[in-house]
Each structure stands twice: as C-alpha cells, then as structure tokens.
C-alpha cells in the first residue's frame, strides 16, 4: 500500500477555511457517519495522506498518517505478532487510522486492556489557528502536562484535523480460546461481578439473550485452567470480530439501535425491546422503539448514558451533557478552533 505526505496540502485547505469562514466536513472513509449529527460543510477527505511512518516492534510504538487504512496498520502489526489491543471497529473496508482516532471506539476487550484513549501516545494535528503541530511523544515518558493529544480521541473532529498518530501496540497472547455457556442473563451479570475478582484471563465477555460468550486469552496454562474451571462450549474466535462490526444477527432487527454505557455490575435494565450485554456488563446495545427520553433516564439513573446508533433517530445522537460540563467543552472548542469550522454541531448543536 501507498505511503504519502499530504500535509501540507490539508493545512492549505485548513487556511483557506480560515480565511473564509467556511466549515470543515472532515472524513476519511466516513465508514463512522451513521454517529452523531449531520455536518454541513465542505468535505476534508484525509485519505491521500497515508502511510505508517515508523514501526519499532521492539518499542511497541508505531506511528501513521490519519488517512492510513485500519487494515493495513492490521497487517504491519499481525506480521510482528503484536496487536492494537483496544480492537477498534472498522465499519467499513476503508476504515482509517484517523477516524478510529477522532470516533475513539473500543471493542470487546476495552474493559480488560483499555480504550483508544489509553493507547495514544501523540498526534500532530492542524488547529483552528491554522497551525499545524505536535502533542505528545513517542514513549511513556511524557507527563509534562495534560496531554492534549488524548483529546482528539473520542472528539468526532470537532477540535482539529489529526494528521499524524503515535501508538503504543502489545504482543499478541500466546493462547486464545472462546467459549459459551448457557445461563440467563441475570445469572450472567451476577457470575461476571464474581469473576471480575478473580484471576481470570477473561477479555472479552458477551450474553445474547441465551447463553454467554467468554474468550480466555494468556499464556496456555493459565487459558487451560481457565477452560477447565468454567466449563462451557468451544466458540469460535471469529464470533468477536462479528460483535464488533455489528454483523450478528442481534444487529439485523429492524428497530433503533442504542449504546448503553454503564457502572461495572450494573443490574439487568428493565427497558422494551432486546439487548445484548457486552464488556462483561458495562455495555448494553438496546433494540428498542421506546422513546429516546425514557430510554435516557432509565441508563441516567444507573449513572450510565446512552448513544443513538440510528442516524438522524434523535436531534441529539450523544448523551445531553450537564450545563457545566457543556461549558467546559465549549471553551476548549473555542480555545483550538476559535472560527468554528472542524466539524460543527457534530458531536453536539452547541459545538
């Protein structure tokens, strides 16, 4: 695959949306435009500045352009035997380092080995002072500060144009093996609190309705153990990979499809429609008609919040955010992108 520098391209379009005002849609694939609020503006297609810059595999850091394919910086890394940990989704062949950045998505394993967030290590980005510059490093090393790279992660673009990331990669485990067990929900949520206290090398854990699926991953006692311990079924692997690009058939139904974040061992939510339980409890992803209000109180009331997955279902697709920390969002807005071009009202009608 193709390696380019097109910075100096975007940062021209960047300026001269400057200099007339004029707002920024900035995409890659825009294999993630079913979230958030519909953008108009002029499209910033990052996708001809690509490439991965650097790969130590000793370092365990790699660096790429924002237009890079998702695939590829697969591929760079299956090859040294190490992994992203957080397994983004893709939602699309052309899935783009960029955009796993600024929609900041985790897979399954998010609550075992953390989120993109935590795998930031810096990023150059072109703000909205037409500057194009560097936050972060390249190591651990780097605690000067608040480190305002980690921002763009989970920011859907409304701060910047991510051109350049630095990423910290694991190994991959020597041992994988997912198994199903049958149980209800209820005694699922309950058996995962329990083991969540264990030493168990669980990454990944889901109930459909019926049965749960676990993946054991660690060194091959430790997995074995494990297996022996909990019983259960031989899954096939490949069943993680469909949860995360949404290609079960729990995705299939044709209702309105929700995110629900909640506290780890939050109960069973008592709300219409299906569910499907993920990150061993703190996700729920809800098919459901009922009304977006109800539907945010009750995951309100856990202390959780909820994002619409259907397009253009509800004016606001993320969680409404408290007065106060809206106003916080606001300044930073304005403190990186005073003109208000990168993706306005985006993540939300006030931004």
Known sequence: ????????????????????????????ANSKAFLGR????????????CGIVSYDPTELVITARCGT????????????????????????????????????????????????R?????TRVITGHGKHLRFGGEVMKNVAGYDLSRLMAGSFGALGVITDVSLKVLPKPRQTLSISLDMDSDRAL????????????????CHDGQRLHLRLEGGEGSVAAAHERL?????????????????????????PLWRLSVPNNT????????????????????KS????????????????????YSHGLVDSPFHPLPPALMHYHQRLKQQLDPRGIFNPARLYAEL
């Open 1 to 28: 695959m193709g390696s380019n520098d097109d910075s100096a391209n975007l940062l021209e379009q960047v300026n001269l949306a400057i200099e007339n005002a004029t707002p920024l849609r900035i995409q890659g």
């Open 38 to 49: 519909i953008v108009a503006g002029e499209v910033l297609d990052t996708r001809n500045h």
């Open 69 to 116: 394919p998702l695939s590829q910086l697969s591929e760079a890394l299956d090859a040294a035997q190490q992994r992203l940990p957080c397994e983004p989704p893709s939602f699309g062949d052309g899935a783009t380092v960029g955009g796993m950045i600024a929609s900041g998505l985790s897979g399954p394993r998010r609550p075992w080995s953390g989120s993109v």
């Open 118 to 122: 935590d795998f930031v290590l810096g």
């Open 190 to 205: 309950t058996r995962l609190a329990q083991w969540g206290q264990q030493p168990l090398p669980i990454s990944a854990a």
């Open 231 to 255: 019983g259960g079924e031989i899954l096939h692997d490949s069943y993680w990979a469909d949860l995360n690009e949404q290609r079960l058939s729990f995705f299939d139904e044709d209702q």
């Open 267 to 286: 109960p069973w939510l008592s709300l219409p429609g299906t569910q499907l339980i993920d990150w061993g409890g703190a996700q729920r992803w809800l």
């Open 289 to 308: 008609d009922a009304d977006a209000s109800f539907i945010r109180s009750t995951v309100e009331a856990v202390g959780g919040h909820a994002t619409c």
